[in-house]
């Protein structure tokens, strides 16, 4: 029997975030969320009077918050973060206050609470560069940027916590692509969608580095499934999750068919940036039969129906939509 009822999602109003809390709560899970809310007031209104739903404005790395919101919780899924490198990089030492340190003590409050299970959102960015095509959960970590090192630093910090009351579970993710509430066109599948419908053309920089990528419906439910699964299957464990691994051209031309109808000009540019990440996810297929339900395609179809249907105003300009842009206009500290 599931004994998960009560779920703190930090960074539930983030991209991620905008997606899974409806979804909990159409599941009757009695959500809080805890976020600072930088990319709008709005991103949870289709869900905002919903009972079951309890909304806190805070800063994770404020531990008395911690303190008061944790007590009753069941499972925290952790999404809060600086979530990208350039967004890191603006403020290193912000980054590292938000994705390591305020970490420590979540874990920490959330073990004398008696959080039951928690499950953490990493990256696959933590592999670094591997010349192998499927790279997999047991492979060495090997972080390029702050961002990725500190996503590893975590993931050690969890899995020594672990008890028998106390089950981590850890989630290498690929890039997340499509639609939510609370939308990002800063990522690689977004952009080249964005700029085919409104530009009417596609950079490209580079083109035959490798990005894994997976539909944030697939994320979002993987997530759910985590809460609701045997903890004895989880606990402890690390799983990559990526739909499909495709060089970013293979991408670009993807939006093209898609978003372009073909007519889309594609722009070859070069690029100093080597990161080429390609994951296997045979391991949570085999201990957790879980496999993508949604594909690249649909993503891209998903925002180029939210275009056309009015749903992401001034697409190009409006901050909101680009982590890096909002944090500096922010000054957060």
Known sequence: MNEIRNILVTGGAGYVGSELVPK??????????????????NTLDTVKDNPDLI???????????????????????????????????????????????????????????RVQRFIYASSSSVYGIKDVENVTEDMSLEPLTDYSKYKALCEEVLLKEQTPDFSPVIVRSATVCGYAPRLRLDVVVNILTNHAVNTGHIKVLGGTQKRPNINIQDITDLYIRLAEIPVEMIAGKVFNAGGENHSVLELAEMVKRIAGKGRIEVIHEATNDPRSYHISSTKIRRE??????????????????????GKIPNPMDDIRYYNVKAMKAMQLN
């Open 24 to 41: 909990l709560l159409a599941k009757e899970y009695n959500v809080k969320v805890i976020d600072l809310y930088l990319y709008g007031d």
């Open 55 to 113: 909304q806190v404005r805070g800063d994770i790395r404020d531990r008395e918050l911690l303190e008061r919101e944790l007590p009753g919780t069941d499972c925290v899924i952790h999404l809060a973060c600086i979530s990208n490198d350039p967004s890191f990089e603006l403020d290193p030492q912000l980054g590292k206050s938000i994705n390591y340190d305020a970490f420590l003590d979540l874990v920490q409050v959330s073990k004398q609470n």
């Open 288 to 309: 957790l039969g879980w496999t993508p339900q949604y594909s690249i395609e649909d993503a891209i179809k998903s925002l180029c129906d939210a275009f056309e249907g």
